[in-house]
């Protein structure tokens, strides 16, 4: 009897060390990391986000007491790599970097917070002032004007929400066709920014990009491309992280974006991402996309 209990406490003590060493370390026991490196999707150009992330970094920093630091990145699949192997902690994604960002790390990805504008968010088409192509109701009657014109459209990036994937599944949705069956050339130009410059100076004669990127250009620039059609509305960007940088730092990062608005530098990096301020936000309200890359959604050729 003896033997038998001494065989089953040392079976028990067994196991609970196998259980010690195999489970993984809880998120909330997790330790705050050395350095928080933020990175975005550009869509924007690099001076612009180095001085506006900048700002985000320094209030971060100020909030949590770990260095951070923002860092460029030069195309969207970088930032969701860069997210995914560790390499930066916090990521500022649009639905489509956030959704193949999870398609990626699965449960590791945590949405940690979004603009007010980001659960309403709406993407312009605009058209060269030069090219007389006036407003529209609805793109079905863009597709019905373009026919026989050879007119040319510039999306921004391939996996831009706003510049690429709402727009193409709005004109399809609404016209009945793809953009390559209307329109003569149909190219990525990379970002928003991108987009709009080469619209206004009649390098394309129509593109489509996200709000924000178009309501901070100069009203030259706007007066050179103006809007011919507003898409609805659809969710969009976010700042999402790594689960294992753990409960504490995580929830720091929260209460400083939320709090941004509180400093003169959160105010500024605001007014540039046109928002006045950050809300709650759950990777449940990305989860669309998700299902949305899963299936096979054309993106283009």
């Not at 003896?2 to 997790?30: E, G, N, W, Y």
């Not at 990145?73 to 956030?98: D, I, K, M, P, S």
């Not at 987009?195 to 100076?201: D, E, F, H, P």
């Not at 709000?211 to 103006?226: F, I, M, N, T």
Request: proline share 4%.
């Amino acid at each position: 009897m003896r033997q038998k209990f001494f065989d089953s406490l040392v079976l028990t003590m067994a196991l609970a060390v196998m259980a010690l060493i195999f489970t993984p370390l809880s998120v909330s026991a997790a330790q705050a990391p050395d350095k928080i490196t933020i990175v975005a999707i550009p869509d924007d150009s690099a001076e612009n986000m180095r001085e506006f992330f900048g700002l985000i970094a320094r209030h971060i920093e100020a909030a949590t007491g770990i260095p951070t630091e923002y860092v460029h990145v030069e195309n969207y699949a970088a930032t969701v790599t860069a997210l995914a192997t560790g390499r930066a902690q916090l990521a500022w994604f649009g639905a489509v970097t956030t959704a193949q960002a999870y398609l990626m790390m699965g449960d590791e990805l945590e949405v940690v917070a979004a603009r007010d504008i980001d659960k309403e968010f709406i993407s312009y088409f605009i058209a060269n002032a030069e090219a007389g192509i006036g407003p529209v109701s609805d793109l079905k009657e863009l597709a019905e004007m373009a026919a026989g014109k050879n007119w040319t459209f510039t999306f921004g990036s391939k996996s831009s929400t706003s510049s690429h994937l709402m727009p193409r599944n709005f004109f399809a949705d609404q016209s009945g066709k793809r953009p390559e069956q209307v329109f003569r050339t149909v190219a990525y130009s990379g970002s928003h920014d991108v987009v709009l410059q080469k619209v206004a100076n009649g390098e394309f004669h129509l593109g489509g990009l996200g709000q924000p990127p178009y309501d901070r250009a100069s009203a030259e620039l706007q007066a050179k491309a103006p809007i011919i059609y507003t898409t609805p509305k659809f969710t969009n960007y976010c700042f999402a992280t790594r689960a294992s940088l753990g409960r504490e730092t995580i929830d720091q990062i929260h209460a400083a974006l939320l709090g941004l608005h509180e400093s003169e530098e959160g105010r500024q990096a605001l007014g540039y991402l046109k928002s006045e301020g950050f809300v709650d936000a759950d990777i449940s309200e990305w989860m669309g996309y998700v299902e949305l890359l899963k299936s096979g959604v054309d993106i283009g050729n």
